[in-house]
């Protein structure tokens, strides 16, 4: 089939999706928006940075040729960097899918639909209602908000004690619920990054990166190993903490003999009232319900104020006549 078939189907599906659709890049997940759509290139911009980029027809049809050269299969790590948006709007083609977590655009013999194109999450509808996320994080987050709003933090030394004790258990709350969705969103993450590429979102970016933990085999081996190779015992063992400090209880060595010691202060959370918690989350809830249906309520008083002057002045022009 030549290109011209394919590009002039995709300008079809184009024109199709709404102007407001987000697009998705494969690797970096970054989001763009298209402006125009003309016969021998598009105009798209990136949401995190400013100014139009063109995809010209030519490039996606080097595209085109490196999937159908390549038995339909082709490696999306092979894409220059600035290319990405190529293989999402080629993508759209009802015959070529892209495979994230393989990290694959391929030609198919079904049609399949783009899952780089959402036309839901680019326009925000203020209408739906307000939905309270199911999460500890959440509701904790709301109350430290508060205490910040109630005390405003500026110069701690001059906040009473009590002030303070709230905010430190609230930030230590957050802290601890943030640490744990964190991580529950790093395993989910995890599975969607195949490469180094940093993937970009509205608030930063993130990196798929390797650390490297080494841990000691069993003495034995290593000693054996070591000392085939020619290096002594002796030079790789080291005084073990716990036999000191058996030692130091049937001898009349003192701890600070043997130990270099510091002492910390440090603050621990102690406890909880979660009760009050509640207590002091059910009124925020309740303010912030409240505000809504005032909010609603104004806006309701402002389109009947609007409905009443249409209707007046429909029936003033209704009723007059010119000569």
Known sequence: MPFSVTWHLIIEQLDEIPDDATFVTPLSERSFRLSDIQEHRLLMSYRDQSGTIPLKREQFE??????????????????PADAEPYATILSVHPRFEVDQREGILRNTDEPTPSALVNTTLS???DSQPREEPDLALYADSLLLIDALERYTPTELSSMETAELVNLYTLCSDVQRNANDLRQDVRAVLLDRLHHDQPVHGQYGSIQRTTRRNRTLKDDE????????????????TTVDNSKVDDALDVTDLSESDLYEIEDRQYVRKADVDEEEKESRLQGLKDQLAAADTSEAEELQAEIEELEARIEELTSFKSGT???
């Open 321 to 323: 006549t010119f000569e």
């Open 221 to 236: 081996t290593v000693l054996e190993k070591l000392e085939a190779a020619g290096i002594d015992r002796e030079r790789v």
């Open 123 to 125: 326009v925000e509808d």
């Open 62 to 79: 080097t595209l085109y040729e490196r999937v159908t050269d390549s038995s339909g299969e082709f490696d999306l790590d092979r894409l």
